[in-house]
């Protein structure tokens, strides 16, 4: 039952901007666009979240569709250490909506 | 500094022994979360807490016990350990309200 399509791996020069896509066609209102990352496999660590503007923050860049219906994750300049597996994952903010459903994520690796 | 400890952060036990994965936050959050992570099924949420005394299923809470008596902890009990309980356990915690879930550093557990 997952609420978004990500393409299963991606490969990156390191120092060249990472885009990693993410559909979310069936997403409601309410309902943010959240990214994280897990290194090996470490505990998942946030990125960045967003409802309808485009995000920034020291990590990364989050560009939302108009219709809300798609997502990029930008890493501007990616580093060997950003190699991970990216999820996208769509929640809401009531009480009820801080499970977080983790699809297959993106594996993205960064070369040398 | 902010973090979710586990604790064991490796384990080998035995079918039938009982055991308790430790989780604390010293974040002051009332959110707290176990997950579970399997090859080919990704993170799946055992059961949640959203406050003292306050706990609820997940989508895989067979096996498992929890209890949360006070705000910083949220341990893991397997009563009777088997080995499809073989697994990588995270626990996660958040502010309610909040935006950022945060992740553990993961305990793995193997039962024989």
């Known amino acids: 039952d997952a609420k978004t399509t990500q393409p299963t791996s991606m490969d990156c020069a390191e120092g060249r901007a990472a885009n990693l896509p993410c559909n979310h066609s069936?997403?409601?209102?309410?309902?943010?666009v959240y990214w994280y990352r897990q290194i090996h496999s470490q505990g998942p660590q946030y990125i960045i979240h967003?409802?309808?503007n485009n995000e920034t923050n020291e990590m990364a860049s989050l560009i939302i569709t108009e219709d809300r219906k798609s997502s990029t994750l930008i890493l501007p300049h990616a580093t060997l250490r950003d190699t991970a597996v990216y999820y996208c994952?769509?929640?809401?903010?009531?009480?009820?909506?801080?499970?977080?459903?983790f699809g297959a994520g993106t594996t993205v690796t960064v070369r040398a | 500094e902010a973090q979710v400890t586990q604790n064991p952060r490796y384990l080998i036990t035995v079918t039938g022994k009982k055991l308790t994965v430790t989780c604390s936050q010293n974040m002051n959050h009332e959110y707290m979360s176990w997950y579970r992570q399997d090859p080919g099924l990704g993170l799946r949420q055992i059961y949640y807490?959203?406050?003292?005394?306050?706990?609820d299923k997940g989508d895989v809470p067979e096996g498992y016990k929890v209890s949360r008596k006070e705000k910083r902890n949220f341990p893991l009990i397997l009563e009777s350990p088997s080995p499809n309980q073989t697994s990588l356990y995270f626990c996660?915690?958040?502010?309610?309200?909040?935006?950022?879930?945060?992740f553990g550093e993961g305990s793995w557990l193997t039962v024989v």
């Open positions: 996660a915690s958040s502010p309610i309200p909040g935006n950022t879930i945060y």
């Open positions: 807490s959203m406050n003292v005394e306050v706990t």
């Open positions: 069936t997403i409601s209102g309410n309902e943010y």
């Open positions: 967003g409802l309808k």
């Open positions: 994952i769509v929640r809401g903010l009531s009480s009820n909506d801080y499970k977080l459903s």
